[in-house]
């Protein structure tokens, strides 16, 4: 990494760190968290949309998912929120690859509706299923998030500030990652997959398991967002499965840049804030966020981190990190 | 080096691929040619993976691969280019040779996430293959062009960039000369002989009969699914029926 | 004289058919919006959802009969679909299918807040003259207003399946399917089919919502469900296949009634996604369809 690479993250990293400081009132503060906490499922849809090409419409039922499994392994089995966090990893893997398998036999638009067709089918399981869920009373009382050794030490992350930091850490590390996951040979296989899957094929990558393993690392990212949103707002219910969260997330990771690793922070931190800022006028909110996001769509083609690219010119970057312009 | 025998695939009624028996030896350029339909690329499908045979074998190295997956057929060395011009277009020509050199890198996971000097040492060979095949095909001041923006020719040579960049050892060439103008096919024709003087072998599909006339060693005549004839091109220029199969086709002869 | 599961289960069969009748009306404009202009309408449920409520201006304010409502709803939301055209869909030719994705789920929601801002949140009540009015065949009740929605669905799709395949217009829609910039070069005015064929989208959707409107009330969220089930039901019936889809929705709508009732009202709705999973799977094409 240059000189200047490296100052411009510092400085970035520097800006979010010190963002809740400029913003102190809670209500701004725990729109800071949720924002962070939206980028998950926004990073988790760019690992299998963006790097891999996948459309996979119902991705983002995974953070709801990620979220009931969290609370449900804190409430029934009295979990500590890092063996949660774990928990949830895992078993949206898991999930990811029973659902994964079938879809990924088929290909395209046709490979989409049938993921957009779980996630329905999840929805309606998850609401009707009341003596585990609570229906669509949801659960409530989540504990709070807390890292602890035995009883002696205990570090709860009460309040929005240390949230703050936990899922600004979480998010950032995901982030870096994810941009060392695009230069190994499984991430170029992601976006040869993309760009031409026979051919990919004809050179070795073997399509059918390197899109599971990108569904499942989407639908792990996309899990951990929900087990910390879960852990956050200590409420969840059967309305984070809806249609709306799908096409939003579509529209944090599209107008952030697909297949960028800034982008999916950006769009989502982006279209978490927006509505908020929106708010003062409320009844006309939805029209002014829908204006807003038509209008980035049309000027900002590969999304904001794209013209951020073109801005810095034709300027060498890793590879991996383009998107399909 | 490869070996087909009695391959035959059928869909329903119709066979596409009837009995074949052939053999490409190693180090050769085998050409195939035969009308339309012939079932040349159905024929290519089956030695790829991207279709099964009804019966028959194919062997490759001594070893039976029919039936296998595309990607299990690349990793044992075979490559393929594609009648339609396949490349990664949202990529760029750089990007795209490197893609190619997917099959033999072997970096560890790891090594990558810490960027360790395994990591340096890999990315160092897979930029220098890419670079010598940057040169080669003599593309270099479009290393930083979209492969979708290159014009047509450049994209075929491209595609058998990536192809090279695999390094395997035999390479299948579904009509590269496709489309191409008489200068294109000349560049073409050098290119593939250079390929093989590198110790490549090579089989290919061709319409573009002075293309096959001029560089292969040994030509095999498919028609209707079924093998007519094998030798070397005089012979074939002179087989009573190769002509008959192809009269009325617009294809001239050397 | 009739086992009464039996009853219910025909009773439920021919609501099924109703609502199927509409599924397969919003579909068949989804699937040509898909397929004309490749473009995934997102804000499909709205023109479903503007369509009731502008029957109910019509109605209430401008006194129109009910009847009438109907094409003057069509004609004003087909008009707001060509408006919606010009600046959501036009400025982005050329550009990836996620585009116009994106910028007519950003339409929707617009549509959707002007839909609360003027009419607010409560639902509002569409009558129909046949609303009230029962009609027995054999042994099932069903309102005069169930069996007119049935019918007008069939007689739309039919009048827009003979459309495509005889008028100038229709058979200009589908040579743009089968090569657009052939069809360009031949005469045919791409942007002038777009905005038609969007709009033509848009009418019906406005249709299936007014005659749907006057069974279930008319909400500014009623055009969610529709929207997915559509989609599903363009996916079953498989792109360019009017018969395809219209049997696709009818059997969707069915299942959906037989399940609510012999299952369970909540299930009912994943049902029609368990259907189209285990279609696909076996039918990757759709139960009609040729791959797109």
């Known amino acids: 990494m240059n000189r200047r690479k490296l100052l411009f993250f510092s400085g970035l990293i520097l800006l979010l760190i010190l963002l809740p400081w400029v913003f102190q009132a809670a209500y701004t503060r725990h729109i800071l968290v949720m924002a962070v906490i939206y980028t998950f499922s926004a990073m988790g849809l760019n690992v299998i949309f963006g790097f891999a090409g996948q459309t996979a419409f119902g991705l983002p039922a995974f953070f709801a998912l990620g979220a009931y499994i969290s609370s449900l392994l804190a409430l029934k089995l009295g979990f500590p929120f890092g063996l949660c966090l774990l928990g949830t990893m895992v078993l949206s893997a898991g999930f990811g690859f029973i659902i994964g398998y079938p879809c990924l036999q088929l290909r395209g638009i046709y490979f989409g509706i049938t993921t957009m067709a779980f996630a329905q089918i999840l929805y309606y399981i998850v609401s009707n299923w009341v003596e585990l869920t609570r229906g669509p009373m949801g659960l409530v009382g989540i504990p709070p998030a807390s890292f602890g050794l035995g009883d002696h030490f205990q570090f709860v992350f009460k309040g929005e500030l240390r949230y703050y930091f936990l899922v600004l850490v979480a998010s950032l590390l995901t982030l870096f990652f994810l941009s060392r996951l695009m230069e190994t040979r499984l991430g170029r296989g992601f976006v040869a997959i993309r760009e031409n899957q026979d051919l990919s094929a004809s050179i070795g990558i073997h399509p059918f398991w390197v899109k599971m393993i990108a569904f499942m690392l989407a639908c792990v990212i996309t899990g951990m967002g929900g087990s910390f949103y879960a852990h956050f707002v200590k409420f969840v219910s059967p309305i984070e499965f809806q249609w709306y969260f799908i096409g939003l997330t579509f529209i944090m990771v599209i107008t952030g840049g697909i297949g960028t690793i800034w982008g999916p922070f950006i769009g989502g931190a982006i279209f978490t804030v927006l509505p908020e800022v929106f708010r003062a006028v409320e009844t006309y909110r939805n029209i002014l966020v829908g204006v807003v996001l038509i209008v980035i769509v049309i000027f900002f083609p590969e999304g904001i981190m794209g013209k951020v690219a073109q801005w810095r010119g034709k300027r060498k970057q890793p590879a991996w990190e383009r998107k399909n312009a | ?254 | 004289m009739w086992d009464t599961t039996v009853i219910l289960a025909i009773q439920q069969i021919a609501s099924g058919l109703v609502m199927g009748s509409m599924y397969a009306l919003m579909s068949i404009g989804m699937m040509l919006i898909l397929g004309i202009m490749t473009v995934i309408n997102m804000a499909h449920g709205e023109f479903y959802m503007l369509g009731g409520y502008v029957s109910f201006f019509l109605m209430t304010q401008m006194g129109l009969p009910y009847l009438v409502s109907l094409p003057v709803s069509m004609v004003v939301v087909g008009g707001v679909g060509i408006l919606s055209e010009k600046m959501t869909i036009r400025p982005l030719v050329g550009r990836p299918w996620f585009s116009t994705f994106l910028t007519t789920f950003g339409l929707s929601m617009i549509l959707r807040d002007a839909a609360q801002i003027i009419w607010g949140v409560d639902p509002r009540e569409l009558v129909s003259p046949f609303s009230h009015k029962r009609v027995v065949l054999g042994p099932v009740f069903l309102t005069q207003h169930r069996i007119f929605v049935f019918v007008a669905g069939v007689v739309v799709i039919g009048l827009l399946y003979l459309f495509i395949k005889k008028h100038k217009v229709g058979m200009a829609m589908r040579a743009i399917v089968r090569d657009r910039e052939a069809s360009a070069l031949m005469g045919i005015n791409l942007n002038a089919m777009n905005s038609f064929t969007f709009a033509l989208g848009a009418g019906t959707a406005a249709l299936a919502g007014a005659l749907l409107g006057a069974i279930f009330n008319v909400l500014p969220s009623m055009g969610e469900l529709p929207l997915v089930k559509g989609f599903a039901v363009v996916v079953m019936g498989g792109m360019g296949n009017v018969q395809g889809i219209l049997f696709s929705g009818l059997i969707l709508g069915v299942a959906e009634s037989l399940s609510a009732s012999f299952i369970s009202l909540g299930l009912s709705d994943a049902i029609a996604f368990a259907i189209l999973i285990v279609i696909l799977l076996f039918k990757p094409a759709g139960l009609f369809g040729k791959r797109i």
């Not at chain 2, 393929?80 to 099959?103: A, D, K, M, Y």
């Not at chain 2, 990315?123 to 930083?144: S, T, W």
């Not at chain 2, 006339?213 to 030509?219: Q, V």
Request: with cysteine.
């Open chain 2, 1 to 254: 080096m490869l070996e087909t025998k009695g391959l035959t695939v059928a869909f329903g009624g119709l066979v596409a691929v009837n009995q074949v028996d052939l053999s490409v030896s190693p180090g050769e350029i085998l050409g195939m040619i035969g009308p339309n339909g012939a079932g040349k690329t159905t024929f290519f499908n089956l030695l790829t993976g991207f279709l099964t045979p009804t019966s028959g074998q194919i062997l490759f190295k001594g070893k039976n691969i029919a039936g296998l997956p595309p990607s299990r057929i690349a990793s044992l060395g075979i490559c393929r280019t594609f009648q339609i011009t396949s490349i990664f277009p949202g990529l760029t020509v750089w990007e795209n040779l490197l893609t190619g050199t997917h099959c033999w890198t072997q970096t560890r996971f790891v090594d990558t996430l810490l960027r360790s000097r395994g990591y340096a040492e890999q990315r160092r060979e897979m930029e220098k293959q890419a670079g010598e095949i940057l040169e080669f095909l003599r593309m270099e001041g479009q290393k930083d062009t979209r492969a979708r923006n290159l014009s047509y020719g450049d994209q075929r040579r491209l595609e058998i960039g990536i192809a090279l960049a695999s390094r395997r050892e035999f390479l299948l060439l579904d009509e590269p000369a496709a489309g191409m103008n008489p200068e294109e096919t000349q560049t073409l024709s050098q290119v593939i002989r250079q390929i093989r003087d590198k110790g490549i072998t090579i089989f290919l599909i061709e319409h573009h009969m002075q293309l096959v006339m001029g560089i292969c060693d040994r030509i095999v005549v498919l028609n209707y699914g079924r093998k007519i004839a094998e030798g070397t091109p005089l012979e074939i220029s002179r087989n009573p029926q190769v002509i008959e199969a192809y009269l009325g086709k617009e294809e001239e002869f050397a």
